[in-house]
């Protein structure tokens, strides 16, 4: 069956340090991958946006990786402020027609 | 810019009751989407509409659920009759164009409460 897996469902990192968030899918072979950020009682908010064709995408202090042989993509955040904690989501775009499929979610927490 | 607007913001309705939801999404913005969001879990896609046309509606429950966007304007989604498993947060979003180099915007959701 289609699935999409994001590493655990909560991530503490303490401040400055890099946080790595992991989704991983199977039985997909998607056109577009995105991330976003959603803080509670928030809708989803795009972050980024990587093609299967890319290998990365950096925004300030994010990075993104898309592995399409491992079926992963790999979000980073460097020098992690508490200002960052929130839930992330990454969505597959199986047909470039702009309809998602959401993860779980990773909530991360960022420690001062 | 105005974002996308939702409400009500809150609904509290017994099972086999009927609720509607009411998105405005961002001016201009010819793709229209409602996603459901059940605690704990990504928002699920029940339909994608653009402008007034369906694009997809693959995961919508058809025999309770119904959405429309006369305009192709404003949209409205309706669940009638409410089941309990229906309790979660019904998104909205809006993007520009349907290929996915056109970013969705996500309104602040409806939390549903079927009891």
């Known amino acids: 069956s289609q699935k999409i897996e994001q590493n655990s469902e909560a991530l503490n990192i303490q401040e400055g340090k890099t946080a790595t968030l992991t989704c991983n899918y199977t039985?997909?072979?998607?056109?577009?991958l995105q991330w976003y950020r959603q803080d509670p009682g928030r809708g989803p908010v795009f972050l980024l946006l990587?093609?299967?064709?890319?290998k990365e995408k950096r925004k300030e202090r994010l990075k993104v990786t898309f592995d399409t042989t491992l079926k992963q993509s790999l979000f980073h955040i460097t020098a992690s402020q508490p200002a960052d904690s929130a839930t992330y989501l990454c969505?597959?775009?199986?047909?470039?027609?702009?309809?998602?499929?959401f993860g779980t979610g990773t909530r991360l927490t960022v420690i001062p | 810019e105005a974002g996308v607007a939702q409400s009500p913001r809150y609904k509290i309705i017994e099972k086999r009751q009927s609720v509607a939801f009411w998105c405005n999404p961002i001016?201009?913005?010819?793709?229209l989407y409602w996603y459901q969001q059940i605690l704990g879990q990504g928002p699920k896609l029940l339909i994608q509409?653009?402008?007034?046309?369906?694009?997809?509606d693959s995961q919508l429950p058809k025999d309770r659920f119904s959405a429309e966007r006369l305009k192709g304007v404003d949209s409205t989604l309706k669940i009638q009759p409410a089941k309990l498993e229906d309790s979660a947060v019904y998104l909205c979003?809006?993007?520009?164009?349907?290929?996915?180099?056109?970013?969705?915007?996500f309104g602040p959701g409806t939390r549903l409460t079927v009891t």
């Open positions: 039985n997909y072979s998607p056109a577009y």
């Open positions: 509409f653009q402008n007034n046309g369906v694009v997809d």
């Open positions: 969505a597959l775009d199986l047909t470039g027609a702009n309809n998602l499929f």
């Open positions: 990587i093609r299967e064709n890319e």
């Open positions: 001016s201009g913005h010819a793709t």
């Open positions: 979003a809006s993007s520009l164009g349907t290929g996915s180099s056109y970013e969705q915007y």
